[in-house]
């Protein structure tokens, strides 16, 4: 026998020959708890489909003192309650409640569960006599349902009998809603128990929707929670937490867009819902009010407001360390693609700074008539303080890039005088058909030890295998980067 807080596996096998709630099959009292007893109830949700439910409720347990048995049905659970996560405890005296057996009741009242029930058995088939103008009820005996009904009436078989059947009653076994059953003994007629476990179908995510301005410098960020129920029960006046990191475990938008000619970013005010802070290595966030996380619904809460964050926008172009692995007779790209990406510190000097747990970010910018574009969406990890946030917003239209090998040499540097090298020369030309300068970013990834022989432009090296280029390319014109480059690999 465990006493206080008790934390057991539930036995699916009992479930499913357990008497109905009404009823104790240990021969003790019986009482049920529903949401209306509910006093008080938390979530804690992360950001893998799961959550924590904590409910606290005051229950009777008549007969259980002095020895005696009672047994609780605790209704309005998930349906997706995990048995063996289930903890209950006493609020009023550690000491004074003790489980003897618990039993997580999931056969569920379905019209496809009911006739299940009933196969083998008499039942009644009903059917509208057009001709006579009212039902005809008939005797029958369900023989099966699968893949449809066969019943026998007055000894004919007949599937898929176009009607409707009649039972003489609810099996106790089928319940209407999932619910955890305990047999126990208690000091006291009424106690005051929290329970708490854990539940799949309960799940969030952020997401970002970042303005722009005219001349991307400047934007607004404006962070949403999306909570989503799917565990079959409703969470009226909950308090909610809510987790972001990567927990290891065994096993839309609503941004309203303005049309403003005039528009300018001003600083929000408004006290943010969230309060943030560490726990353990994840971020725990709580809603500063309780709040109601209805069943089959999506809810949308601000997750964060900043005003005049300093963006960066970058101009790159990826090479590959391919190609300084063999020679190539022809061009090795044409009019390739510029990706554009928007460069965030999330910094509190920048109006940040708080831990941004990961989602999407979309991106909006006003056209000339004031009407607000989508301009482009990328996925964010969970980004620490402090960190950098690149946003891929896509290619650039009027910024694009030719790239040529004009030398290649093979170096035999192998024990075996096999080829482990190369010294290989490349000219990369842009070309910038927009009315403004263009800064672009070469990121040139290398395998192995490598040096740069010579090139038209500073090269810098990011690491141990990347060399970069910064380039201006002035308006409606180009600019040719040339370089050579000695790699061995082996």
């Known amino acids: 026998m465990l006493r206080g807080a008790l934390l057991v596996g539930l036995s699916v096998a009992l479930a499913a020959c357990s008497s109905s709630p009404a009823k104790d099959p240990k021969?003790?009292?019986?009482?049920?708890?529903?949401?209306?007893?509910?006093?008080?109830?938390?979530?804690?949700?992360?950001?893998?489909?799961?959550?924590?439910?904590?409910?606290?409720?005051?229950?009777?347990?008549?007969?259980?003192?002095?020895?005696?048995?009672?047994?609780?049905?605790?209704?309005d659970v998930s349906a997706h309650l995990q048995p063996a996560s289930v903890v209950i405890r006493s609020l009023d005296d550690a000491d004074s409640l003790d489980i003897l057996e618990q039993n997580y009741r999931y056969d569920l009242l379905t019209p496809f569960a009911l006739m299940e029930k009933y196969v083998g058995k008499d039942v009644k088939v009903i059917r509208w006599n057009a001709k006579l103008g009212h039902d005809e009820e008939h005797d029958a005996k369900l023989l099966s349902v699968q893949g449809g009904t066969v019943v026998d009436i007055g000894g004919e078989i007949t599937p898929n009998y176009q009607g409707r059947m009649a039972f003489p009653g609810v099996p106790e076994n089928l319940i209407a809603k999932p619910t955890l059953t305990w047999?126990?003994?208690?000091?006291?007629?009424?106690?005051?128990?929290?329970?708490t476990y854990l539940s799949d179908a309960l799940?969030?995510?952020?997401?970002?929707?970042?303005?722009?301005?005219k001349d991307d410098k400047l934007a607004d960020l404006h962070g949403?929670?999306?909570?989503?129920?799917?565990?079959?029960?409703?969470?009226?006046?909950?308090?909610?937490?809510?987790?972001?990191?990567d927990v290891q475990r065994v096993r839309q938008e609503l941004y309203r867009m303005r049309r403003d000619e005039d528009y300018e970013f001003k600083a929000i005010e408004q006290e943010p819902q969230f309060n943030e802070e560490s726990l353990f290595e994840y971020h725990l966030y709580s809603l500063n009010r309780t709040t109601d996380v209805l069943d089959k619904e999506s809810k949308q809460v601000t997750l964060l407001e900043a005003s005049g964050i300093q963006v960066k926008k970058k101009l790159i172009l990826n090479g590959s360390a391919d190609y300084y692995r063999t020679s190539y007779y022809e061009p090795i790209e044409r009019n390739a693609k510029v990706g554009v990406y928007l460069d965030?510190?999330?910094?509190?000097?920048?109006?940040?700074?708080?831990?941004?747990?990961?989602?999407?970010?979309?991106?909006?910018?006003?056209?000339?008539?004031?009407?607000?574009?989508?301009?482009?969406?990328?996925?964010?990890?969970?980004?620490?303080?402090?960190?950098?946030?690149?946003?891929?917003?896509?290619?650039?239209?009027?910024?694009?890039?030719?790239?040529?090998?004009?030398y290649w040499d093979t170096l035999s540097t192998g024990r075996d005088g096999g080829d482990c090298g190369s010294e290989s020369e490349f000219e990369i030309e842009l070309r910038n058909h927009k009315d403004v300068a263009e800064d672009v970013e070469l990121v040139e990834p290398a395998s192995g030890e490598w040096e740069i022989v010579k090139s038209s432009h500073p090269a810098k090296k990011k690491d141990s295998k990347t060399f970069t280029f910064d380039v201006n390319v002035p308006a409606n014109g180009k600019t040719k980067v040339t370089y050579r480059v000695r790699i061995e690999w082996c």
């Open 183 to 195: 047999l126990l003994t208690s000091k006291a007629p009424k106690q005051k128990v929290e329970v």
């Open 27 to 75: 021969g003790g009292s019986g009482s049920k708890s529903g949401a209306a007893n509910r006093e008080k109830v938390g979530l804690t949700i992360y950001n893998g489909n799961f959550g924590l439910v904590r409910e606290i409720r005051t229950v009777d347990l008549p007969g259980s003192e002095n020895g005696g048995k009672a047994t609780l049905d605790f209704g």
């Open 344 to 406: 965030i510190l999330n910094e509190e000097d920048n109006q940040l700074g708080m831990p941004l747990p990961m989602g999407t970010v979309r991106v909006y910018k006003h056209d000339r008539s004031g009407s607000l574009q989508f301009i482009g969406e990328d996925a964010i990890d969970h980004t620490p303080k402090d960190e950098k946030i690149r946003v891929k917003m896509g290619d650039a239209f009027d910024v694009v890039a030719d790239r040529k090998q004009t």
């Open 224 to 245: 949403w929670v999306t909570l989503t129920n799917e565990t079959g029960t409703s969470y009226q006046d909950a308090e909610l937490q809510l987790v972001a990191g």
């Open 203 to 213: 799940n969030w995510k952020a997401d970002y929707v970042l303005q722009v301005d």
